[in-house]
């Protein structure tokens, strides 16, 4: 069992929360407090190279309407492979670390922090797969995705370049995502809560999913995108496999357009940015032991959400604090020369 793990695939009905041991495990979490439209997001990706000299970690936090990124490379990191869990460098003062488990976040890099409890949670419900579904059985992919907490409620603190920020109250989601690359040439992701309803929860994530060796340069390459959507009065619909619930995603720079159908769900969401610069997020380059731009991440967009259900209207909501997000490399490399090396937006 532990070898087949190690290959990033869990069969039905295990758990994929525990670290599986590929090169890179990554843990977010993202915050939203409507009454003052302020979003916070937490990151940590625990990175493990090739020649065994060791874990690093890339670890970063961004806010809204703060316009504040602080990101570092830290040695030193442990993914937990029993439980949900993950640590990063010395807690010591004045040292960048993260420390978290389903309970409980504290992360510090920088001149920012946040060290929050997490209660109330509206877990991923769903017992025989994870986010990918059943991509989640299949071995060696480079990226794995799993949404595992749909809602709950923040209660702590957030340090924003000295500034204390109470947290009483905050929505929270939080997903973790692994895999034997990295992550994909090129993908498409966004969250939102905020909704009138606080309960409903919105998440997708697409991109180029590459399996087995390698043949004449090429792999083994498929283009997926799952979209899960948690409404207000209990079901939790999940679409995305490519025969029996499939989604389209058309994105651009600045517009990101789902459409997704099962026997039974359709679900149509339409998103823009806003207009914002957005920041650039650094992604790791395991082996080479140091962060890239590789993610242009809106906190703080807008989002149309419309769900039916056998054909008939079943939800309609709206969100203004919607993170939207393109990755790429090259994409981001650009975006980053053009604001002169800043990775914060330029109004």
Known sequence: MSRYRATGADLPFSDPLPAHGVSMEGYFWRLTCPATSRVIIALVGVNTPSDGAGSWATVGIATEPEEVLATSEVAGAWADPVRFGVQVGTSQPGRDHVVADTEHVSFAVGDCGLDIDVTDHRPWPRRRFGGSSYFQVVPGLN?????????GRAHGTARINGEVIRIDGWQVYAEKNWGRGGFPAAWWWGQAQ???????????????VTAGPSIGGRQAAVEVTGLVVALPDGPVIRLGNPVTSPVRAETSKGHWQLSGRSARWQVEIAATDGEQAGFVLPVPLVDDRRNAPGALEHLAGHMRLAVFERGRPR?????????????????????????????RPIR
């Open 143 to 151: 990226q794995y995705w799993h949404p595992w907490l749909l809602g």
């Open 315 to 343: 939800y309609r909501g709206e969100s203004q604090l919607a993170g939207l997000e393109l990755g790429g490399r090259d994409m981001c490399e650009a975006e980053l020369a053009a604001r002169g090396g800043d990775p």
């Open 194 to 208: 905020g909704f009138a309803e606080p309960e409903t929860c919105v998440a997708f994530a697409g991109g180029i």
